[in-house]
């Protein structure tokens, strides 16, 4: 079963990509793992902005080219990488934040995960879905804008399951 790939909306990134850095607290030694990584927007710009390193984990390789192809123009692709790989086999252990646009049985699939290889105080930030059962430690909604009216409105961030599940 595919995820279709829907580009995260400047207004949810900040106007240029993100303001989750704001409420997320990117520093340096962040490193920002994002499942379903498309172009590589949210990386390449918590690594332009914030100089995070990042991972974009992404199955289509049209998109990988095109974000590493971004990130070369960026001048920031010592600081990121971006993987061909299914997001529910990659070793996110490094991650201190991840981030995902991805469907609600995918942020469930991903729940296992997220418990044993995340490290407390990690930071999941699930855009429009959140994931079951898990209650957000923040949460910003996005007004819709008229040149983006059918775009998504809503972010949630988290603290990974074992800093509020175990």
Same mark, same amino acid.
């Given at each position: 079963?595919?995820?279709?790939?829907?580009?995260?909306?400047?207004?949810? &990134?900040?106007?240029?990509?993100?303001?989750? %850095?704001? =409420?997320?607290?990117?520093?340096?030694?962040?490193?920002?793992?994002? &499942?379903?990584?498309?172009? %590589?927007?949210?990386?390449?710009?918590?690594?332009?902005?914030?100089?995070? +390193?990042?991972?974009?984990?992404?199955?289509?390789?049209?998109?990988?080219?095109?974000?590493?192809?971004?990130?070369?123009?960026?001048?920031?692709?010592?600081?990121?990488?971006? +993987?061909?790989?299914?997001?529910?086999?990659?070793?996110?252990?490094?991650?201190?934040?991840?981030? &995902?646009?991805?469907?609600?049985?995918?942020?469930?699939?991903?729940?296992? /995960?997220?418990?044993?290889? &995340?490290?407390?105080?990690? +930071?999941?930030?699930?855009?429009?879905?959140?994931?079951?059962? =898990?209650?957000?430690?923040?949460?910003? /909604?996005?007004?819709?804008?008229?040149?983006?009216?059918?775009?998504?409105?809503?972010?949630?961030?988290?603290?990974?399951?074992?800093?509020? +599940?175990?």
């Amino acid at each position: 079963m595919g995820i279709p790939q829907t580009p995260t909306i400047k207004v949810g &990134l900040g106007g240029s990509p993100f303001t989750l %850095g704001k =409420w997320i607290n990117h520093r340096r030694d962040s490193r920002v793992y994002d &499942l379903g990584s498309g172009d %590589g927007r949210i990386v390449i710009r918590a690594a332009k902005k914030y100089g995070a +390193r990042g991972i974009g984990i992404e199955m289509d390789r049209t998109l990988i080219d095109k974000a590493r192809k971004s990130a070369q123009a960026e001048g920031i692709s010592h600081l990121v990488e971006f +993987r061909v790989e299914d997001a529910l086999k990659t070793d996110i252990s490094p991650a201190t934040v991840v981030t &995902l646009y991805m469907l609600p049985w995918f942020n469930e699939a991903m729940k296992p /995960n997220f418990q044993k290889y &995340l490290k407390p105080g990690s +930071r999941i930030v699930a855009h429009d879905f959140g994931i079951e059962g =898990w209650t957000p430690v923040k949460r910003k /909604n996005y007004p819709r804008s008229n040149t983006e009216a059918a775009a998504t409105s809503t972010n949630t961030s988290s603290t990974c399951g074992k800093s509020i +599940r175990i």
